[in-house]
């Protein structure tokens, strides 16, 4: 691929090569992933940059996700900027060192193609990456090709922030982004590598000066971490939206807010939640159901963890009712975004009209009428 | 590092990393996971050094000068190896265990 050092190059790709090409301009060191649908296309399209001698970077071939991720959490800890890529059974099978990783404190960036668990269901739902949400792991939901290699360059900068320090999951539907092709705008390698400086380890696995990383604790050292991982988490609130600054003021477009608000929020009958392309669906929903004049808004949180709590309040307050769509169950209790948001309101006294649905579970399609359907159904109702 | 936010100066604390480096009793003093311990009796001893080579956590020491060993009772943990493995003189063994 030729590629025009200072103008952005516009190409029709698809969220799996959006993601591949992030990763290819982040300049990652060391990779090491498995293949599993529908994540193999990023898999593939890695190393086919890295054998055509397209990217300087480290492949290791590993025989399952849960040695990707330990090839990766050693390569971290040598000091390399490091990269992998997972989805559904994949994520499960790694599960034990994911939490390594979230607890340990390791830098690494890894685009979860969301796709529904067992039984074998190849489509999209969230069930996947949300049973990783308590797992000290940043995550982002992104609702489009774009907006997934735009996230994923920032992540490499908010996981490798020294006071951020912690991985990141980078979540994208499977097939509804991975397999559709759309256009996305490929900033150029100079500016990237402006944004992006190369990675400064915190600390090193050196043979002079050696150390163990993450051996035997007692309770004290592990309330040490977890508190210092708290705050971590506090930090990270802070600085995402400053390197999301950042990065649409050298590459452009991305804009740094963690909740995305689509539509008028003055005059809103209705607010709807939703994370993920369904966020999306819904601002063609609000556009649908102005025809039919009932005015509604869509807040779309792009961060799922740290929990955009503060931008979340100050909008609900301004909306009479809610309408938050999960894509995945807390089983036993409801969908996990609506118990989060319903945790706030508490917390903060906002009294608010609360609706709760279920949707596109195993890959269900949810589209724009639908979304528009449940609004009308809730105004119906009262 | 600082930020300031609605006027207010927030203070980022530095992340805590799990990075342990070599030292004496990593683990705590675990000489009170014990409950038999090996009993040293100087005359049996052959000063064959089995017992020093053999203890998995180190907690025998033998003085510079080829002298006998001395277990470190706050962190031996009363394994047994060093009993299993020691010669002894005319079968009579160096190390016993005894209750604590």
């Given at each position: 691929?030729?590629?025009?050092?200072?103008?952005?190059?516009?190409?029709?790709?698809?969220?799996?090569?959006?993601?591949?090409?992030?990763?290819?301009?982040?300049?990652?060191?060391?990779?090491?992933?498995?293949?599993?649908?529908?994540?193999?296309?990023?898999?593939?399209?890695?190393?086919?940059?890295?054998?055509?001698?397209?990217?300087?970077?480290?492949?290791?071939?590993?025989?399952?996700?849960?040695?990707?991720?330990?090839?990766?959490?050693?390569?971290?800890?040598?000091?390399?900027?490091?990269?992998?890529?997972?989805?559904?059974?994949?994520?499960?099978?790694?599960?034990?060192?994911v939490w390594w990783a979230g607890m340990t404190r390791i830098p690494v960036v890894m685009p979860v193609v969301n796709r529904s668990l067992n039984p074998w269901?190849?489509?999209?739902?969230?069930?996947?990456?949300?049973?990783?949400?308590?797992?000290?792991?940043?995550?982002?939901?992104?609702?489009?090709?774009?907006?997934?290699?735009?996230?994923?360059?920032?992540?490499?900068?908010?996981?490798?922030?020294?006071?951020?320090?912690?991985?990141?999951?980078?979540?994208?539907?499977?097939?509804?982004?991975?397999?559709?092709?759309?256009?996305?705008?490929?900033?150029?390698?100079?500016?990237?590598?402006?944004?992006?400086?190369?990675?400064?380890?915190?600390?090193?696995?050196?043979?002079?000066?050696?150390?163990?990383?993450?051996?035997?604790?007692?309770?004290?050292?592990?309330?040490?971490?977890?508190?210092?991982?708290?705050?971590?988490?506090?930090?990270?609130?802070?600085?995402?939206?400053?390197?999301?600054?950042?990065?649409?003021?050298k590459i452009g477009r991305l804009g740094n807010y963690m909740i995305e608000v689509t539509g008028d929020i003055k005059g809103a009958e209705c607010a709807i939640?939703?994370?993920?392309?369904?966020?999306?669906?819904?601002?063609?929903?609000?556009?649908?159901?102005?025809?039919?004049?009932?005015?509604?808004?869509?807040?779309?949180?792009?961060?799922?963890?740290?929990?955009?709590?503060?931008?979340?309040?100050?909008?609900?307050?301004?909306?009479?009712?809610?309408?938050v769509i999960d894509r995945a169950v807390s089983f036993g209790n409801a969908g996990q975004l609506a118990i989060e948001i319903q945790a706030e309101l508490y917390?903060?006294?906002?009294?608010?009209?609360?609706?709760?649905?279920?949707?596109?579970?195993?890959?269900?399609?949810?589209?724009?009428?639908?979304?528009?359907?449940?609004?009308?159904?809730?105004?119906?109702?009262? | 590092?600082?930020?300031?936010?609605?006027?207010?100066?927030?203070?980022?604390?530095?992340?805590?990393?799990?990075?342990?480096?070599?030292?004496?009793?990593?683990?705590?003093?675990?000489?009170?996971?014990?409950?038999?311990?090996?009993?040293?009796?100087?005359?049996?001893?052959?000063?064959?050094?089995?017992?020093?080579?053999?203890?998995?956590?180190?907690?025998?020491?033998?003085?510079?000068?080829?002298?006998?060993?001395?277990?470190?009772?706050?962190?031996?943990?009363?394994?047994?190896?060093?009993?299993?493995?020691?010669?002894?003189?005319?079968?009579?063994?160096?190390?016993?265990?005894?209750?604590?």
């Amino acid at each position: 691929m030729v590629q025009s050092l200072e103008k952005p190059q516009i190409k029709l790709m698809t969220g799996a090569e959006a993601v591949a090409t992030a990763a290819k301009l982040s300049r990652p060191q060391v990779i090491a992933a498995y293949p599993i649908t529908p994540q193999t296309k990023i898999v593939e399209t890695l190393s086919g940059m890295v054998t055509r001698g397209e990217i300087d970077t480290e492949y290791i071939n590993v025989e399952s996700e849960h040695s990707a991720m330990g090839a990766v959490i050693g390569a971290s800890l040598a000091g390399t900027r490091t990269f992998t890529a997972t989805s559904s059974h994949g994520l499960l099978y790694m599960g034990e060192l994911v939490w390594w990783a979230g607890m340990t404190r390791i830098p690494v960036v890894m685009p979860v193609v969301n796709r529904s668990l067992n039984p074998w269901n190849i489509w999209p739902d969230h069930q996947d990456a949300m049973a990783f949400r308590d797992a000290g792991w940043i995550q982002f939901y992104a609702k489009n090709n774009q907006e997934v290699l735009d996230l994923t360059i920032c992540a490499f900068k908010i996981a490798e922030h020294h006071k951020i320090w912690m991985p990141v999951m980078v979540c994208l539907d499977g097939f509804i982004l991975s397999h559709t092709s759309a256009q996305v705008e490929i900033p150029p390698q100079t500016k990237v590598d402006d944004f992006l400086p190369p990675f400064k380890p915190l600390a090193m696995l050196d043979p002079d000066d050696p150390f163990a990383h993450g051996s035997l604790t007692d309770s004290k050292g592990i309330w040490e971490q977890r508190m210092s991982l708290i705050d971590g988490f506090n930090n990270a609130c802070i600085l995402i939206p400053q390197i999301l600054t950042e990065y649409t003021e050298k590459i452009g477009r991305l804009g740094n807010y963690m909740i995305e608000v689509t539509g008028d929020i003055k005059g809103a009958e209705c607010a709807i939640i939703a994370l993920g392309t369904m966020g999306e669906e819904a601002e063609q929903a609000i556009e649908l159901l102005s025809e039919k004049n009932i005015k509604a808004v869509v807040f779309r949180p792009r961060v799922f963890r740290p929990f955009p709590k503060k931008e979340l309040i100050s909008l609900i307050r301004q909306v009479p009712r809610l309408l938050v769509i999960d894509r995945a169950v807390s089983f036993g209790n409801a969908g996990q975004l609506a118990i989060e948001i319903q945790a706030e309101l508490y917390a903060h006294e906002v009294s608010v009209e609360f609706h709760q649905i279920i949707k596109g579970l195993g890959g269900m399609d949810v589209n724009y009428a639908d979304i528009a359907a449940e609004v009308e159904k809730i105004l119906k109702e009262e | 590092m600082k930020v300031i936010i609605l006027n207010e100066e927030i203070e980022l604390k530095d992340p805590v990393l799990p990075l342990g480096r070599p030292t004496l009793g990593s683990a705590g003093e675990t000489g009170d996971w014990r409950t038999y311990r090996p009993k040293f009796i100087e005359e049996n001893c052959i000063k064959c050094y089995k017992c020093w080579l053999s203890c998995p956590e180190g907690t025998i020491r033998v003085d510079a000068h080829g002298e006998y060993p001395y277990i470190d009772y706050v962190y031996c943990k009363g394994c047994g190896v060093c009993v299993h493995v020691c010669p002894g003189r005319k079968k009579q063994k160096a190390l016993e265990m005894t209750p604590e």
